[in-house]
């Protein structure tokens, strides 16, 4: 559940606290993070959300106690005044984190740290690409979502794209991958859901008829969208 009251987000995770008439949820831990949740993820023990504060907040899951907090750099606006850095996007493979944040001209950078370094794998000022999220595959290959719609595998050490292809001609929604990684579920303002192959970034499939409009958020586990 996600509440937000006069700017300052509130976090809640309900996992048990149920009633037995069904009738009343009452979470057992709520986390107070420094601005809107942009990204979230659950890792192991812990809690790893972005927000558009410029944050990378870590968090227990039990305790709810912070572990660790990133804090980007502030930019600037095209009024040339400085603003928090939103954090789109933010995955972890081992303990290295990927995000996705705002950079120059409102295109996006994309950054790993890793060990207390930070290395940036995308440049808003040369690539100039509107991410919106992104996901590792390996330690040298992630996958981009872009708002155009493209799906991008992309290789960390030549800094430069596997493969491409554009979706359809809806804005790009949202993405989940299998847990292997061999394949990738996409969704847009279509309302139709892609499987597409990352190593290849070639269709598969496409499931529609069920959703007539925008997919806001989709997760893929164990055979089921």
Request: charged share 20%; net charge negative; aromatic share 10%.
């Amino acid at each position: 559940m996600i509440n937000t009251f006069k700017g300052i987000l509130w976090f809640f995770i309900c996992l048990s606290l149920i009633r037995v008439s069904g009738q009343d949820i009452h979470p057992f831990l709520k986390i107070k993070t420094s601005g809107a949740i942009t990204d979230f993820l659950i890792h192991h023990s812990q809690i790893i959300a972005s927000t558009d504060a410029g944050t990378i907040e870590t968090y227990d899951l039990i305790s709810g106690m912070q572990e660790d907090l990133i804090q980007l750099p502030k930019t600037e606006d095209f009024m040339g005044d400085a603003i928090a850095t939103k954090v789109f996007s933010v995955d972890i493979l081992s303990t290295d984190i990927l995000s996705v944040s705002l950079g120059k001209d409102g295109f996006r950078d994309v950054f790993i740290f890793s060990e207390g370094q930070k290395k940036q794998v995308i440049s808003s000022g040369d690539n100039r690409m509107m991410i919106k999220k992104a996901r590792w595959i390996n330690h040298n290959t992630i996958l981009l979502g872009l708002m155009s719609n493209d799906l991008v595998l992309f290789d960390i050490e030549k800094k430069q794209p596997i493969c491409e292809m554009n979706i359809c001609p809806y804005t790009f929604s949202d993405l989940s991958l299998t847990a292997d990684k061999q394949y990738v579920f996409t969704a847009d303002e279509s309302g139709i859901v892609h499987k597409i192959k990352t190593g290849t970034c070639e269709l598969v499939e496409e499931y529609s008829g069920i959703n007539v409009d925008n997919i806001y958020q989709l997760v893929y586990k164990e055979g089921i969208v």
